[in-house]
């Protein structure tokens, strides 16, 4: 993930994976893979995505190169799909490249 070398801060709104249903671990991270149709505007290009638990989702931005993470909002969305998330990942200016 290249973005925290692009921009000082991010604003990301994401499904998570709720810790008691995390059955698999992607390159250290925890979650659940998520099936859905490609036809779906949000689906990209797969049949299945990875969905991180918040903390694995802290971690991988961590690990961009994000220094402060804010989570402004955790919802459940209307269709069943997992907690939702409203946060802001910044990177402090002293490590700004």
């Not at 995390?22 to 049949?47: K, M």
């Not at 638990?53 to 961590?62: E, H």
């Amino acid at each position: 993930m290249r973005a925290a070398e692009a921009a000082g801060f991010l604003w990301l709104s994401t499904i998570v994976c709720a810790e008691p249903e995390a059955t698999v671990v992607e390159d250290d991270y925890r979650g659940r893979f998520f099936g859905e149709p490609v036809e779906h505007p949000l689906s990209g290009v797969n049949p299945q995505s990875f969905q991180p638990t918040i903390g694995s989702l802290a971690d991988m931005l961590w690990a961009a190169g994000f220094t402060e993470i804010l989570l402004l909002e955790k919802s459940i969305t209307p269709d069943g799909n997992g907690p939702a998330v409203l946060l802001k990942a910044e990177r402090s200016s002293d490590t700004a490249g």
